[in-house]
């Protein structure tokens, strides 16, 4: 019974599961009001679930919304939708919402949606100070409370009649940024404000300006007076006073100073003006600048000045500013439209000025110590003024130029580069130097006593004729050396070795070996070496030619090798000729003599060999000779025969070979007693 029972329920349960079968058809998200909303209206996010089902059962929904990939709302409900209130909506809530439905396992997702928060709150902006005085800085901090960073804030300074400052901080962390303005000249009352921004999908987003914060600022001192006495009509020789001042409210650390251009003429401090007298040039005519400063505080005033010229500045004439030595140089200094100055004629020198006459006029013999600068000066009523620079060349003629090798030897090797150098010992620079190859102009050069010379184009025929002229602003003209004649010196080229005999050589003979070369100039270095396990100079030897001979006498077995030679010349380039093998051989009549040695050898060896044949045969007959002739000894072969095993056999193979020596000896013994009888 119980077990029927059971079956039926769990049919019963399967039936009931199979009636639960869903599917998502569509998962939503939508916002209200709209997907753009204003900041600070109300704001909600919908997320609807479209789910087909067999019948009508309950189904239970996991909410899930998200912004930008953030979860912000989660929720759990019998109903198909579920709401994310948002009472005030931010710049902060702009970004992009989507959510997700979880059921009995089987999981839905929404399209993205973008939902734009549009304006941003107004910043508040807040300054340290109320007062400042010129000179400080004005402590600023602008925020945007309920904004989420990066932002961008702005602050601006906003002067009467002026544009504003303004400052851009960016803020990658946090919603506030602070700020430093300076407390200028000019500055008085000073109004501040700030703004923020943001970026958005469509670009850039600003809040309002922020509350107006106003700064008052106090001054310390007043802008300095610059007055000149006299005030006007100035003339070269016046006596000119400048006075500078100002009113402080306190005067430690006041400083004033007076300039002209970039000049400081004057300057005094913890003082309220400043004095300054000069006698008057026409160079004092400018702009003149008092600055009075004080910490960071610097105020400044201008005036123009302008000096009248009394007398204009003295020129001076030269008879000849170029011009040989010992010749006459008159200098003349002159004023136009002008008399009454005292002159005075002066050389200029690194260690100052040398007077040379208090005249107008000045006449010399020159030499080249008299090269340089001159100047003549006027002076009127304490006013000098002085001309422009005269220069003055003196010239002392060049001597016969030198043209040498640099190297120094007259030489050049073919292909090498030849540098020549012309020189002159006497002559006033700057002196031009001409080189010639032949009668050809190679090269100009102007320098002060030398000039090099690079010939790059040396050929196997060139013979050298150079030569080079020398010349400066001298009268006398054109020096010209003595002609240069440089050899060329051809390298060596394929040095090669031979002998005669060749190859093989007796013990004994001579072998003369010649080293040759193809081309190469003269004298030309050879040497002989002998190639071991280092190498062996055997002979050198220098020629004037092409080729040389080297004889060797009496060959020994020993000089058996591999040779080669060297040759070389001027131009220090070893050549090196391929080895040659010599082996030293045996002489002829030496080889007679090891051959007839060598047959006597084995003649003797084979007669040798020939005796002991016959002797061996000789001793196999002995045995029975002595058998058939008992009358040559009876005793002895009796003793023999008697000689017999002890079993009573006869046996006589060997025992009679152990005796034999003895019996054969015995019977030599017998024959030489039968023929001394």
Known sequence: ??????????????????????????????????????????MSIICHADISKTNDFQLKHNFTIFKNGKLVFMTISHKEDARYEIPVARSSDTGDYECTVTADGKKGFSNSIYVWVAGMTKPILTADKKEVSEGEVVKLRCELPEEVPPLEFFFRKIKTNSAPKEKRVPEQNQNFSEVEFPVEEGDNILQFDCFGKRQVRSGWESSQHSNSTLVTVKEPFIKPTLITRPSGNITEGDQIEFECSTEVAQMRGIEIILQKNRTILNSVRNEKSLKYSTVAIQEDSGEYLCKVEQGAVSKATKLNVFVSELFPKPTLSASMTKLDESKDLRLSCNINDFQGANFSIVRKSSTGDILLKNSRVLVIK????????????????????????????????????????????????????????????????????????????????????????????????????????????????????????????????????????????????????????????????????????????????????????????????????????????????????????????LATWQKGIIAAFVLTAIAGVGALALWWFLRKKKKAKGPSMEMSGSALAPNLTNEKLTRQPSDGNYYSGSGYIEDNENHMKSTDESKENIWAS
């Not at 998200?29 to 909303?37: A, L």
């Not at 320098?447 to 025929?461: M, R």
């Not at 070496?529 to 055997?538: A, G, I, P, S, Y």
């Open 1 to 42: 019974m119980y077990l029927a029972l059971l079956v039926i329920f769990l049919q019963c349960s399967e039936l009931y599961a199979q009636g639960k079968v869903f599917t998502f058809n569509k998962v939503e998200i939508r916002v209200q009001p709209s997907v753009k909303v204003k900041n600070g209206a109300p």
């Open 366 to 585: 020159v030499n080249v110590n008299d090269t340089g600068s001159y100047t003549c000066k006027a002076e009127v009523k304490g006013i000098v003024k002085e001309s422009k620079r005269v220069r003055i060349n003196v010239y002392a003629p060049v001597s016969k130029p030198t043209l040498s090798v640099v190297s120094g030897s007259p030489e050049v090797i073919l292909g090498k580069p030849l540098q020549l150098i012309c020189h002159s010992v006497m002559g006033t620079p700057p002196i031009t130097f001409t080189f010639y190859k032949g009668n050809e102009i190679k090269k100009n050069v102007t320098n002060n006593t030398y000039a090099v010379f690079l010939d790059e184009d040396i050929g196997l025929n060139d013979n050298g004729a150079y030569k080079c002229d020398a010349r400066n602003n001298h009268s006398s003209g054109v020096k010209t050396s003595n002609i240069l004649n440089v050899t060329v010196i051809v390298p060596i080229k394929g040095a090669s070795l031979g002998s005669v005999p060749y190859g093989e050589v007796e013990v004994g003979s001579d072998t003369a070996f010649l080293c040759s070369v193809k081309e190469g100039s003269w004298p030309i270095d050879f040497k002989f070496f002998k190639k071991t396990d280092h190498e062996v100079l055997l002979h050198e030897v220098r020629e004037y030619s092409d080729r040389t001979i080297w004889h060797k006498k009496t060959m020994k077995r020993k000089d058996t090798g591999t040779y080669y030679c060297m040759a070389s010349n001027r131009a220090s380039v070893d050549v090196r000729s391929r080895p040659i093998t010599i082996s030293v051989i």
